[in-house]
């Protein structure tokens, strides 16, 4: 099975600032079709998760440009710039890449100073 | 708008069955590869199973195959998921999500209880 590894675990940061999360994935997460199946998730407390980022680098609609992702196979990072109060939460990465199960990182807690 | 309502949640004994349901609104549920993921108390998200648009791939978790199964009617816009020989470990909160390989709309959520 794919074992997505997410750091850090927790993040304090400050209003206007920037965060960096890693996803490392023990498989690559090319697919044959030579799509990458690697999302970011934010789950804000009391709601369910929302999709940010899907297949790499590619904000979902509405979401702002504040959010990047990048990365290729194994290693994924997902920024945030410019951070606001209502980016608070747990935000995990998926890949849909490998034939089941498909795996959740571990999440990492985005607090803001 | 797309919207995703799960119902069927509750409090449950170990050892016995219940059943979920998401209903769908806002979209042609029959294009759409559906999944479950749920969310154990304080934890994080666990995928849980994955149903094609016409219900001809189905995929399960291993902490859940054998036990939990899932199923469409695409003609009530309804995905279901049956779970039986329940156990303390399946609490948790229940989500279906909309999508094979972006799962780009969740629902709220059902929450599940086994306990004696």
């Known amino acids: 099975d794919v074992v997505l590894t997410q750091t850090p675990v927790s993040l304090l940061i400050s209003l206007g600032g920037q965060a960096s999360i890693s996803c490392r994935s023990s498989?690559?997460?090319?697919?044959?079709?030579?799509?990458?199946?690697l999302h970011w998730y934010l789950q804000k407390p009391g709601q369910s998760p929302q999709l940010l980022i899907y297949q790499v680098s590619n904000r979902f609609s509405g979401i702002p440009d504040r959010f990047s992702g990048s990365g290729s196979g194994t290693d994924f990072t997902l920024k945030i710039s410019r951070v606001e109060p209502e980016d608070l939460g747990v935000y995990y990465c998926l890949q849909r890449t490998h034939n089941p199960p498909f795996t959740f990182g571990s999440g990492t807690k985005l607090e803001i100073k | 708008e797309v919207q995703l309502v799960e119902s069927g949640g509750g409090l449950v004994q170990p050892g016995r069955s219940l059943k979920l349901s998401c209903v769908a609104s806002?979209?042609?549920?029959?294009?759409?590869?559906m999944n479950w993921i749920r969310q154990a108390p304080g934890k994080g998200l666990e995928w849980v199973a994955y149903i094609s648009s016409g219900s001809s791939y189905i995929y399960y978790a291993e902490t859940v195959k054998g036990r939990f199964t899932i199923s469409r009617d695409n003609a009530k816009n309804t995905l279901y998921l049956q779970m039986t020989s329940l156990r303390s470990e399946d609490t948790a909160l229940y989500y279906c999500?909309?999508?094979?390989?972006?799962?780009?709309?969740w629902g709220q959520g059902a929450s599940v209880t086994v306990s004696s």
């Open positions: 999500a909309r999508g094979a390989y972006v799962m780009d709309a």
């Open positions: 498989q690559s997460l090319v697919h044959s079709n030579g799509n990458t199946y």
């Open positions: 806002g979209f042609t549920f029959s294009n759409y590869g």
